[in-house]
T-cell receptor, first 115, second 112 residues
Framework: KAGVTQTPRYLIKTRGQQVTLSCSPISGHRSVSWYQQTPGQGLQFLFEYFSETQRNKGNFPGRFSGRQFSNSRSEMNVSTLELGDSALYLC??????????????FGEGSRLTVL | GNSVTQMEGPVTLSEEAFLTINCTYTATGYPSLFWYVQYPGEGLQLLLKATKADDKGSNKGFEATYRKETTSFHLEKGSVQVSDSAVYFCALLPRGSYIPTFGRGTSLIVHP
């Protein structure tokens, strides 16, 4: 069973540009969430999607957005990049069949460097 | 609000030493508690979990017990290996929520 797949794994952008990151969840998983990981702030929740709807949102500016497609694949977009957006962006999926077990399955992340 | 506090790292140990990584939490009600591990260059993966008071989660020689009276979920292992070197995250999930709250992570370095 394939795991959570994130693309691209590494990317370098310059300030002011925009970036789109992609996440394919484990087959059958309908919930996809995104996290930003930095050495200074740790893991910070960005947003969560379920059945193409944003169900939860963290405290990030509107430059950060996302969406989920009918096949549960998700993308997140960051516009007008700032140096502080340099981070590892992690995607996680979960099953949610019946009772939520709470377990998240993470991808390996997309490491974004903003110059 | 909900929060998780972990001991700051890095924790540096010699192989076969005893490991404790402290984790305390603040939450309303009775959340589920988790330990995730992140090996270098990888995403997080679930190590163990406990869903109610006095439950003990265990996996790969690691253990943690859900202590409601002290709001703690400390991670322990009797004999660490070099391959255990990673970052360990404590997390809580409130009842009825789908979004865990993570601690800042504790880096473990095990020397041969």
């Amino acid at each position: 069973k394939a795991g959570v797949t994130q693309t691209p794994r590494y990317l370098i952008k310059t300030r002011g540009q925009q970036v789109t990151l992609s996440c394919s969840p484990i087959s059958g998983h309908r919930s996809v969430s995104w996290y930003q990981q930095t050495p200074g702030q740790g893991l910070q929740f960005l947003f969560e999607y379920f059945s193409e709807t944003q169900r939860n949102k963290g405290n990030f500016p509107g430059r950060f957005s996302g969406r989920q497609f009918s096949n549960s694949r998700s993308e997140m977009n960051v516009s007008t990049l700032e140096l502080g957006d340099s981070a590892l962006y992690l995607c996680a999926s979960s099953r949610e069949a019946g009772t939520n077990t709470g377990e998240l399955f993470f991808g390996e992340g997309s490491r974004l460097t903003v110059l | 609000g909900n929060s998780v506090t972990q001991m700051e790292g890095p924790v540096t140990l010699s192989e076969e030493a005893f490991l404790t990584i402290n984790c305390t939490y603040t939450a309303t009600g009775y959340p589920s508690l988790f330990w995730y591990v992140q090996y270098p260059g990888e995403g997080l993966q679930l190590l163990l979990k406990a869903t109610k008071a006095d439950d003990k989660g265990s996996n790969k020689g690691f253990e943690a017990t859900y202590r409601k009276e002290t709001t703690s979920f400390h991670l322990e292992k009797g004999s660490v290996q070099v391959s255990d070197s990673a970052v360990y995250f404590c997390a809580l999930l409130p009842r009825g929520s789908y979004i865990p709250t993570f601690g800042r992570g504790t880096s473990l370095i095990v020397h041969p």
